[in-house]
Nanobody
Framework: QVQLVESGGGLVQAGGSLRLSCAASGRTFSSLYMGWFRQAPGKEREFVAA????????YYADSVKGRFTISRDNAKNTVYLQTNSLKPEDTAIYYC?????????????????WGQGTQVTVSS
């Protein structure tokens, strides 16, 4: 079993930045592929970014490419999402997720473990 705890969300003005963190426990972190998803009110959960086990490969949704950066520190059992140039449409609950297999980075159903989420609100 894997436990994931997100932090770092908050209220920020458009153009601002936040750094989200997700601390993992319960299993060897370096064996897990990690992802970030988000869900806005009335919308489905959508893929934001993902990273391979060693951190060499990263994947992004087109809507955040060039503005968000995913990274991980396997020594600290933590994955990060640096969010820059935030827009009001980035407002959502952001979820950290983990999975054992390489396939299905973009699909929520491929992830076995989820955090409780952290709220990001971007004001215009």
């Amino acid at each position: 079993q894997v436990q994931l705890v997100e932090s770092g969300g908050g209220l920020v003005q458009a153009g601002g930045s936040l750094r989200l963190s997700c601390a993992a426990s319960g299993r060897t972190f370096s064996s897990l592929y990690m992802g970030w998803f988000r869900q806005a009110p009335g919308k489905e959960r959508e893929f934001v970014a993902a990273i391979s086990r060693g951190g060499a490969n990263t994947y992004y949704a087109d809507s955040v490419k060039g503005r968000f950066t995913i990274s991980r520190d396997n020594a600290k059992n933590t994955v990060y999402l640096q969010t820059n140039s935030l827009k009001p449409e980035d407002t959502a609950i952001y979820y950290c997720a983990a999975k054992s297999s390489r396939s299905g980075y973009y699909t929520p159903g491929s992830y076995e473990y989820w955090g409780q989420g952290t709220q990001v609100t971007v004001s215009s």
